[in-house]
């Protein structure tokens, strides 16, 4: 009979603490991580339903985009605990999913297994630029009145979709857009969804985008669908099951690379990894700023391998078939609850993991019922606007079109590329060339040989 050792099991697992919290460690201690870690996902989670429901409009299935949001989110989360030992919690990107679904697959017509290819070859360009110093010299060289404004752009790009999914934006031949019928049930169940999502955030509730969907999704049941096929929620078979095979393999495996190289591969792959780059650079400092570990020089230990992290974490969620992984400034919540070290990722890694097991409510979750958390997630994003400098005009145009072509050309590639051009353009012919970085110049030149190639 094989006989345990429980005291040699008792001090690996205190040498593992150890080394997670990069010091000795008290239960109470301990303790604090692991609610650190359950309040991050809570504040979250939404992102399960949300990411299912905005690339399914791709034509992926709902339940295997889930699976893999949540198994990507898990294994990414947990290898940040574990290599870079820090509180910060990684998901696919609100954003860069929408810049996905209906830029590049439904915008420029392409299958969603080529844009999983941009993806993966984006996350690949991240590791590398994440090892080696270009990375630092890109970052650097783009003005910060526009990385300022594309958080801005991207924000109300989100919040225009949602306000598109929730019938309150509609199409319009005559105005392009104009207003839906906000009297519709379906529509009144939307703006409910989105003042009482704002009155638990208002009222600091953990988790309060969660509560939201959830809270939608039930009413749902009693609210009649706008094309008459039933109520919006439907009831499901099940709430609990096993991930099959089958269902996994709807999505696993299937980017093609060669397809993402053939078509766009300048455009739109810079625009995930700019986006990428600069969404985890400003996030990752944010929540350095936080935990106060930022350093004179603007740095913190071990920040290389924070990036690391979620380049390898793009690379898989391409592999599982999800959009690009990226740190979640949600992690501030789990910051705030005393969360300090590797231990509080670990553990929202594992409620991601567990979760793969709900597959199920992904199905009867409306759009609806995730059209609030895309408006409020703008509203969010929108916080930098207030610090873009309104006294240069040179800054500040650039800014502006960077914002505002975003939302109007659905489309956050052209956001950038007319930020980055009217920069350039701005400072020559002001006669401020000095001030033109040589990124910015080959940057420019790359979009004006874009256009000459012509748009797809």
């Not at 630092?136 to 060289?141: C, D, S």
């Not at 950038?416 to 002001?430: C, D, E, P, R």
Request: overall charge positive; charged content about 10%; hydrophobic content about 50%.
């Amino acid at each position: 009979m094989v006989k345990i050792d429980t005291g040699l099991m008792k001090n690996k697992f205190k040498n593992v603490i150890s080394f997670l919290f990069a010091r000795q460690s008290s239960s109470n201690e301990i303790k604090t991580e692991i609610i650190a870690g359950i309040t991050t996902f809570m504040t979250m989670a939404y992102i399960l339903f949300v990411n299912a429901n905005i690339l399914s409009a791709t034509g992926m299935s709902k339940n295997a985009v889930m699976i893999a949001t949540a198994l990507s989110a898990g294994l990414t989360t947990i290898l940040m605990g574990i290599y870079a030992r820090y509180p910060f919690a990684l998901a696919p990107g609100m954003g860069i999913n929408a810049y996905f679904a209906y830029s590049v697959c439904i915008g420029m017509n392409l299958p969603w297994q080529v844009a999983l290819g941009a993806v993966f070859l984006d996350g690949v360009l991240f590791l590398i630029l994440s090892i080696l110093p270009v990375r630092e010299a890109i970052v650097k060289g783009i003005p910060l009145n526009i990385k300022y404004a594309v958080s801005v752009g991207i924000g109300l790009f989100i919040a225009f979709i949602g306000l598109n999914h929730a019938g309150i934006v509609v199409p319009s031949k005559a105005t392009t857009v104009t207003l839906g019928d906000i009297t519709s049930q379906s529509v009144l169940l939307v703006i409910f969804g989105l003042f009482f999502t704002g009155l638990l955030i208002s009222k600091k509730v953990k988790g309060s985008l969660l509560w939201g969907i959830v809270a939608t999704t039930v009413l749902g049941f009693f609210v009649k669908s706008p094309d008459g096929t039933g109520n919006l929620t439907k009831i499901p078979e099940r709430i609990f099951a096993l991930p099959s095979l089958n269902m996994l393999s709807q999505t696993f495996g299937k980017l093609d690379i060669v397809g993402a190289m053939k078509w766009g591969f300048i455009s739109i792959i810079f625009t995930f990894t700019f986006v990428d780059m600069f969404d985890t650079i400003g996030t990752v400092i944010g929540l350095a700023s936080k935990l106060k570990i930022i350093d004179k020089d603007g740095s913190f230990p071990r920040a290389g391998r924070v990036l690391i992290c979620d380049a390898v974490g793009t690379i898989l969620g391409s592999v599982l078939g999800t959009s690009t992984v990226t740190t979640y400034v949600e992690s501030a919540s789990g910051i705030g609850e005393g969360g300090k070290t590797g231990l509080t990722s670990i553990t929202v890694g594992v409620l991601f993991l567990l979760s793969v097991f709900i597959w199920p409510l992904a199905g009867i979750v409306p759009q609806q019922a995730t059209a609030p958390p895309l408006i409020i997630v703008g509203l969010l994003m929108m916080e930098p606007i207030f610090k873009i400098n309104y006294e240069d005009t040179t800054e500040v145009l650039p800014a502006f079109l960077t914002m505002l072509i975003m939302p109007l050309t659905y489309s956050i590639a052209n956001g950038l590329i007319f930020g980055i051009m009217s920069w350039t353009i701005m400072k020559l012919i002001t006669g401020r060339i000095k001030e033109i970085s040589p990124v910015m110049v080959v940057l420019s030149l790359i979009f004006v040989l874009y256009f000459m190639k012509g748009t797809h």
